[in-house]
């Protein structure tokens, strides 16, 4: 059914950058929503970004002015262009996307993570 395959981790020192994909593939209807989460070894996971359908976004503040996410809606995929990097993003950077079904049945799907590493 539907999947989310993320790519782009990796290790790079503190100052550095990267650029995380995310590219859905199933039997969808549409994607409304899509974004970017973040989970530390003995951490919750929290949101990083999330773009709507129509552009709208939403960050949260210790990654303001350093990440962007965008989205290209006719591949079905979502990145997060990640910059400054610091240790504290260090994290495995999980995908989800809000997905309504040929049925049109929404749910949230999830993608099984890239790691980021950060070094110092």
């Known amino acids: 059914q539907v999947q989310l395959v993320e790519s782009g981790g990796g290790l790079v020192q503190a100052g550095g950058s990267l650029r995380l994909s995310c590219t859905v593939s199933?039997?969808?209807?549409?994607?409304?929503?899509m974004g970017w989460s973040r989970q530390a070894p003995g951490n919750q996971r929290e949101l990083v970004a999330a773009?709507?359908?129509?552009?709208?976004?939403n960050y949260a503040d210790s990654v303001k002015g350093r990440f962007t996410i965008s989205s290209d809606n006719a591949k079905n995929t979502v990145y997060l262009q990640m910059n400054s990097l610091k240790p504290e993003d260090t994290a495995v950077y999980y995908c989800?996307?809000?997905?309504?079904?040929?049925?049109?049945?929404?749910?949230?799907?999830w993608g099984q993570g890239t790691q980021v590493t950060v070094s110092s």
């Open positions: 989800n996307a809000s997905i309504a079904t040929p049925e049109r049945l929404i749910s949230d799907y």
């Open positions: 199933g039997s969808i209807f549409s994607i409304n929503a």
């Open positions: 773009i709507t359908r129509g552009g709208t976004t």
